[in-house]
Each structure stands twice: as structure tokens, then as C-alpha cells.
């Protein structure tokens, strides 16, 4: 594991930060689990941060002129863009602090940007940041959908889903394609860490945003964002279908640090995927074998994580063992050549 | 004393550059600028010159990498072409809009399609309108000196703007000149420290690029249409200083052999010292004629063209490059347009050539001299501007 991680101290839940980088009075809508993310993972990482927010929801309910809910310094420049930029700003930190021209350059920068800014049209920008390895946190708001310009299909938007641009009909189930894997993207990098959260779960989102700031090199996190906007569910479900999405399946927890993964919550007794869908009206036209298709990438999308992080629990269990053996081995030399050398001053 | 060296363009742009002491570099390889940031990354590996240098994966990440590492400061530096600039479009906007002084050269060549990596003037004219100030060099020590310049303009407070200097593709770029550098102690403090108020500080937080909603957003415009109006001041004393130490004067519009000229030739860039060639040989025979060439191409130096051209009865604008459906190219309807409000105002005949590559010679200008006096007697062409060296298709 990384050496920056044996220092990680867990957020306690009595005692968590107080200063909200995001402030109160943004315009986001009522219920919205992606400000809810955004504002936790903001609230880990405190006063001493730049963000660089990608145009999308989170950029206009927090900046619109003469307001700012930034308590922060925050830049805004494209769509596309947030990963290009967040490394030109490590960039200059970092050579400014090299030439003596600033005194600290272990600023955190999160980069924020939503699932169309991530997998779609910025995925270019983040794949360059990612190869030349900027130190920076980059954080994706799923929320399945381009919410910001009207509920409109992104790469990232579930099988089954209605959307503006994919609606069902006759000829139509909705969305038609399962979700690009981000997390998958980001891992075959070889970043030293990827992760995903959920608000629902907010000490889990909170400490792996610390852990993302701890860590040296590209950081990427992949946050569930419930809408019920585009969702088409109540505002109070918010977390509810949070919740549900972990204990569903459909949306498993879990870290990759330096290529290991590792399972945060192995659910055992999972949900039917019906309970989650059956709360949001994007999925009401589905029918039961629609539901059972559903139902069968979850379960083989989950068995794959679980088969991932085995290996490392495998793995680590072989090294354990390997390191018992090789303990008890030089203590069985150990005592030989003990023996030996007695029976040696003896004779 | 100071000794002229044989080197190519891009190589002294790269030396003024590194003069400037940039903090960051971003680049993506494209053809003619690739000796400039070749040249950058070597003195940075070398340890020559102290600076991040950023292979980034895209013109879109290298300027969208720039605006991010001025936000934060840094001075900066990048160099593009053709598709390269079109490719940063988006952002150029951007860049003058959160008035960060980034620096950037343009080594210009054609737009495709069809593919030309040659050159002419189509990527920064489809680039008119970013905000970014704009200068056109005609020499080698003209580009390093460009270089110079731009780098004290933009970290002027006042200005707060980005600037393109544009340098011909191959025809400058490539070409080995004898170029006067200067020591850096010979430079003196020419060159302000980089110092910038509004920054991403987290000593002090700003929000930068907020949503502009109807009610702010024409205002945000003007501001930024003020500024460069205004960054004129600022530049026209940068060239002042330069000329005052060192003793190489810049105008907005550069005059040659225009007294008693009745025709005025106008171009921009390095066909410029072609056209002199052509003003010189028609002078011996007699022909009053001269050349203005425009240097500062935003903002655009109104009054001083407008002085330039005050005893002229003919202008033959060259451009080159072909705005579309558009009744002449962009220098011509600037300069018409510039004009228009003017009593006594000369004739305007616009002329394009040298596009992608094809080669511009002194008989072009011949050419030029000849139908513009010919328009003015006989009356204009039928069509508002002529190509020259179009060859029947």
C-alpha cells in the first residue's frame, strides 16, 4: 500500500469539519444527491484547495454572477476541459514553488465535472492528465445523464434508462447500451488511486477523498448522483436510492490502490435491482424481462469486482503464509547453527 | 558590441522565450511551429531554462493547460498552427475573457481541407475576434524581438490580455537569419517580474468564470473590448522603451518609400519584404508608389492607418486568405470599413494570393500595381476582389 495511506487518519464521525468550502444559498434543486456529493467531498478536503469545476450542473446552481457559492478559489473554463486545466494549475504550483516564486505547493486541487464532462467529451483531457500524472483529485458526478442542458443521454447513462434522447417507444427500450466503466478506464491508467463513493454513505465519501488528497499522482473518484430531475423521483428518495443503488448492487463501493482492489462493502444479502428501479420514473416502462436482463449485469458486473478483490485477499493470505514459512524456516537455521557451534566450541 | 548570429527563426523565438523566464509550457507537435517548443523542451532538459514543460495530448488541453497555470499565476508560453489554432478556438475566447496574460505564436499556415501544411494567414483570420492582442512579424529579429515585447505587454497591469505573435509557417519560421540577441544583462529589467493580482490564492479566494446571465453578460463583453481598445497605450510605449534602449523602433502600421505615393500597396507579414523589392524596382521606373504594412492587427490602429493612407488616391490590399462568401478577404473589408466614414476616402481594391503555400514574387506585386491602376481608370472589376496567380480550372 502507499506510504502516504500508513498515515491516514479516518474522519470521526463526532467530530467532522465544520467550514463548508460550498456554501449554503447555491441554486441546485431541491433533493439533488450530486451538490450533496460535491459538498462532502469539498467539506474533506477544507479551506486550503483550488477547485476547478467543468461546465455542467454543479458550475451553475455555485457561480452565477455577482454570486459565488465559493468560499474557495474556483475556476471555471469549458466543458471539457477540467482535467487540462487542473494540470496546467498543479503544473504552475508546482515549478512557482520549485523557482521560490510561492511557499506551498501541497495545495489539493479538486477537479470537478459531471458523467457527460467525464466519459463523453472530456475523457480525452482526463486520459492526458492521467498519463503525465498530474497530482491533482478528480471527481465525477454520475448523475446518468447530461441533467444540466435537459435530461439527455451520456455514455454513462444505465440500460432501460429514459432519457430526452432516449426515450422508449416501439422500437425503443430507452438507453440501449450498459454503462461505459469510468473506474475501469481510470484503473487500466495505472493511477496510484480510484475509488468510488455515494453521499448516502458519507463518511466512506469523506475519507476517500482524504485519502485521495494524501496520495501522490492522479486521484480519480467516481460519485453516485442521484437527480430527481432526470431521475423522475420524489426529492426525499435522494439517499434513499443512494442507499438502494449499494445495497442493490447496482452501484458497489469499492478502492483500487496501485492496481488492488478492494471490495469497501461486500453486500451479502443483496436487494432485487427491482426495488431500486421501481422508485424512479426513467425506469417505469421497463418490463419484468427487461428487469431480469438488468438484474443479470448487476449480478456479473458485482461478481467481477468481488473476483478482483479475491485475488488480493488470495493474495495477501499466500504472502502471509509464504512470510510464516520463511519466519519459521530461519528460526529452524537459526537454532541449527546454534547447535552447530556449540558442538563446535566443544570439541 | 553587438554581433549578428546565423540562426533559424524558431530557434531565436525559442532563446526570447526562455529570456522571458516562463514558468509553463504546454505543446502539442504540430507542423511549422515544431522547432519552437523542440527548441523550449531541449533548454528545459538541459536545466537552460527553469520551466514546466507539458506534453499535453491535445491544442485544446495545451491552451486549456495554459489558462489554468496563468489562473494560477504562472507566466506562460505555447505555440500552434493551422489546425492546432482551430482546434484551441473554443478556448481562446476563454483565455482573453478571464484576462490572463498568456503568450502564444502562431506559425501561420493554411486551414484544410484540402490538408496544406504551407503557408498563409487562414488559422489566425478565422481567429479575428478572440480578444487575444495580435501582432504580424516580417523578420527574424522581428519575431524574437515580437517575442520581447509581448511578454512586457501582457504582464503589464493595465493589460491583462493574452497575445498571439504571428510568424509565417516555413517562409519564417524555418528560414536561418542573422539575428542580434541580446545578453540577458544587455535586456536589463526590459522585461517586468511576472507578477499577478487576481490568482486562484487560497489566501485570498476568487471565482473565476462564473455564468454570465443576460443582465451581466454584455457588459463582460465591453470590458474586455475596452481593455484591448486600450492595450494599444500600453504596447505602442512597450515599442517606445524598446526603440529608446535599443534602438529598433515598431510601428502599428510600418511605412516604406510612401512619400508622394499616389498607389499604396498594404500587406501583412513576410510577403511584406517581397512587396518592397517590387515598390523599389516600380520606383525606378518611375511609378510613385509605396507599402504600408500592418503590424498591429489587433487592436486595430485606427488612427495611425488612417494617417498612413491619408495622401494615397489607390490601396491594393493583399490578403491571404479567402473569407467565404465574404466580398473580399478580412484585411481588405478592415481596411474598407476603415474608410468608409472618411470624405475624401482612396480606392479600395482587394487582391488575394499566396494561399497554402504557392509562392508570392515580386511580379505578383507588379501585377497588383497594374490592375489597381487600371480598376482606378477604366473602373473596378467585376468582382470585388482578385485572385492573383489563379490558374484556370
Redesign the interface.
Known sequence: METALDTFEKFDPQHLPEFEPLAPGHRACQGCGEVLALRLAAKALGREMIVVSATGCMEIISSAYPQTAWRVPWLHVAFENAAAVASGVEAALRIMKGKGKITRDDIPILAVAGDGGTADIGLQALSGAWERGHNFIYLCLDNEAYMNTGIQRSSLTPYGAATTTSPPGKLSIGEGHFKKDLPAIAVAHKIPYVATVNPAYYLDLMNKVKKAALIQGPAYLHAFSPCPTGWRHEGRYAVKIARLAVQTRVFPLYEVINGKYFLNRKVTKPKPVREYLKLQRRFAHLTEEDIEIIQENVNNEYDRLLRLSEEVDLETKLTTSFQQYLDQLKQQMDEAYKKLREEFQHT | MPTRTPMEVSIAVAKAVQQADV??I?AYPITPQTHIVEHLSELVANGEL???F?????E??AI???????????S?FTATSSQGLALMH??LF?ASS?RLPIVMVVANRALSGPISIWNDHSDIMAERDIGWIQVFCENGQEAYDSILHAFRVVRDPHVLLPMVVNIDGFNLTHVIEPIYLFDQEELGDYLPEHRQQL????DH?????????PE?YTEAKKQVEDALVNSKQTILAAWQEFARRFGRTYAPIEAYRVEGAKILLMTMGVISRTAMGAVDRLRERGKAVGLIRCRLWRPFPLPEFREAVRQASIIAVVDRHISLGAHSGPVCQEVRSALYTLPNRPQVFGFVLGLGGRDVTVHDFFEIVELSEQYASQGPPASEYTHIGLREV
Not at chain 2, 199 to 202: A, F, G, H, Q, S
Open positions: 514558468d509553463v504546454a527553469q520551466a514546466n507539458m506534453n499535453v495530448e491535445s485544446h488541453s486549456s493547460a495554459m489558462v489554468g497555470a496563468a489562473a494560477a499565476g504562472a506562460t473554443e478556448i476563454i478571464l490568482k486562484l490564492d487560497i479566494p476568487v471565482t473565476m468564470g462564473p455564468v454570465g446571465i451581466v
